[in-house]
């Protein structure tokens, strides 16, 4: 019997997707954010969005973003669901006060007698010269407060299983970093496949050998590094995508490091007080004695991203520094043995980013 072919759905239709039945399934879910009702769509995950719902519902925003939390703060009180974008992670600090002082407290505050249900959406991550102000990944910093859930879908299908889940069930505020180099990469989506619960970490490649935890875009070079090290050296590495930054199940990764004995640890931001930190944490506090090799973590360099092209390939790890933390963590040794690939950076395997901005 032939076997079906997998459905193959990009990252931004399955955004597209996920706010179109957001707003579809319920009269009071909108939209709101820079370019929601511009022909592009915020990258494609709004497009058509406007006309076909009224720019009651999809509406544009000016250059305001802590006043236009204050707004989804005040419809989220009042019974409506709101969906807000920033085209960029850094853009969010701007309505910090607004996240951390009201939305992550309001239910605590008043006693559980107020919610604030709501979704803000965000890009990180490199591409094209961006530089220092347009390229960070914020996202530990926000999976620190208490009230906040932060998650990082690293596929199209994560965002068909997760978003609607905590747009119609998870009555709390969510902060989802989306990284800007996936919205053009297709997926692989198994529509039967969704986890009872969508923000727990995922295992996406078994393993003996090591277990290497990621996030988002870095899921996807985890597993590319995998699939080098079994073909170069028979390194079998187990991948985690680890999803949700701010309730991470322990169970999932000393289950796999009971295998392993080995952590590598691979995010899109800085290592230091970050999620390589937390992930660290959670592990040693649960039982130390698993690791047989002290964890590695890869991450952002400790400084600013450069605009330069040159220097923002050294500053992100990238296919060839994965592989080589992964053998030296199997093999015990810097010197390890095993090949490394010769490509140098993610934008020269990914499709590249197509703006507008």
């Given at each position: 019997m032939t076997q079906p072919r997998p459905e193959i759905v990009s990252y931004a239709n399955a955004l597209l997707e996920a706010m179109d039945g957001a707003?579809?399934?319920?009269?009071?879910?909108?939209?709101?954010?820079?370019?929601?009702?511009?022909?592009?769509?915020?990258?494609?995950?709004?497009?058509?969005?406007?006309?076909?719902?009224?720019?009651?519902?999809?509406?544009?925003?000016?250059?305001m973003e802590d006043g236009m939390t204050g707004i989804a703060v005040g419809l989220a009180l009042n019974g409506v669901y709101p969906i807000l974008t920033h085209i960029r992670s850094d853009f969010v600090l701007l309505s910090a006060n607004q996240i951390i002082n009201l939305i992550a407290k309001y239910k605590y505050m008043f006693g559980g007698l107020f919610e604030v249900p709501m979704l803000i959406r965000t890009v990180v991550g490199r591409s094209w010269g961006q530089g220092a102000q347009h390229s960070q990944s914020l996202q530990s910093l926000f999976a620190h407060i208490p009230g906040l859930t932060v998650v990082a879908p690293s596929s199209a299908e994560t965002i068909l299983d997760t978003y609607p889940y905590l747009i119609a069930k998870h009555r709390a505020p969510v902060i989802s970093f989306e990284h800007r180099m996936l919205y053009n990469l297709d997926?692989?989506?198994?529509?039967?496949?969704?986890?009872?619960?969508?923000?727990?970490?995922?295992?996406?490649?078994?393993?003996?050998?090591?277990?290497?935890?990621?996030?988002?875009?870095?899921?996807?070079?985890?597993?590319?590094?995998?699939?080098?090290?079994?073909?170069?050296?028979?390194?079998?590495?187990?991948?985690?995508?680890?999803?949700?930054?701010?309730?991470?199940?322990?169970?999932?990764?000393?289950?796999?490091?009971?295998?392993?004995?080995?952590?590598?640890?691979?995010?899109?931001?800085?290592?230091?007080?970050?999620?390589?930190?937390?992930?660290?944490?959670?592990?040693?506090?649960?039982?130390?004695?698993?690791?047989?090799?002290?964890?590695?973590?890869?991450?952002?360099?400790?400084?600013?991203?450069?605009?330069?092209?040159?220097?923002?390939d050294l500053y992100y790890p990238n296919l060839a520094t994965v592989v080589d933390a992964a053998a030296a963590l199997v093999r015990g040794r810097v010197d390890h043995g095993v090949p490394l690939p010769a490509e140098k950076t993610m934008s020269d395997i990914y499709k590249k980013f197509r703006g507008p901005f």
């Open positions: 707003l579809s399934q319920s009269p009071n879910t909108v939209i709101l954010g820079q370019g929601a009702d511009d022909h592009k769509g915020i990258f494609g995950s709004t497009t058509g969005l406007a006309t076909k719902y009224g720019a009651d519902r999809v509406s544009d925003m000016p250059l997926f692989e989506v198994d529509r039967s496949a969704a986890p009872a619960n969508p923000l727990t970490p995922r295992v996406v490649r078994q393993g003996r050998d090591l277990t290497i935890v990621a996030t988002s875009i870095m899921v996807l070079e985890a597993r590319r590094a995998a699939r080098w090290l079994a073909d170069n050296a028979d390194i079998q590495a187990e991948v985690i995508d680890l999803h949700c930054l701010s309730a991470i199940d322990p169970a999932v990764l000393m289950t796999s490091l009971g295998k392993t004995g080995r952590l590598l640890v691979c995010d899109t931001s800085w290592p230091g007080f970050g999620t390589a930190a937390e992930v660290c944490r959670l592990v040693v506090e649960q039982d130390p004695g698993v690791l047989k090799q002290p964890v590695r973590s890869l991450g952002m360099a400790p400084a600013p991203c450069p605009t330069a092209k040159a220097l923002e």
